[in-house]
């Protein structure tokens, strides 16, 4: 069974920077399709980054909204995903989710969230 943990969200001021982490627990992390999604109060959640497993040359792809300032990386020997947010917005705040999929197997699983606030 996979379970993901997130880590890494605080209150930081406009223009800081943010790294979170995902630690993924289980078997089989290359195989997975890893994602950060947030949620905004009174919002749907809304995907942000993605990095594909290691079957796919684990390609990244980033939301329009925080292009240029975050980036997504994996460490395959903690098995965690990472995100690193830099010139951070006030419209950055949000919960942010991890979430681990491999479509052909059918197997979805979602952290809990960690909470991030850009405030001044």
């Known amino acids: 069974q996979v379970q993901l943990v997130e880590s890494g969200g605080g209150t930081v001021q406009p223009g800081g920077s943010l790294r979170l982490s995902c630690t993924f627990s289980?078997?089989?992390?290359?195989?997975?399709?890893l994602y950060w999604y947030r949620q905004a109060p009174g919002n749907k959640r809304e995907w942000v980054a993605s990095i594909a497993s290691e079957f796919k040359n684990a390609e990244t792809n980033i939301s329009d909204s925080v292009k240029g300032r975050f980036t997504i990386s994996k460490d395959l020997a903690k098995n965690t995903v990472n995100l690193q947010m830099s010139s951070l917005k006030p419209e950055d705040t949000a919960v942010y989710f991890c979430n681990a999929r491999h479509d052909a197997l059918r197997r979805y699983y979602w952290g809990k969230g960690t909470l991030v606030t850009v405030s001044s």
């Open positions: 289980g078997n089989s992390f290359r195989i997975y399709d």
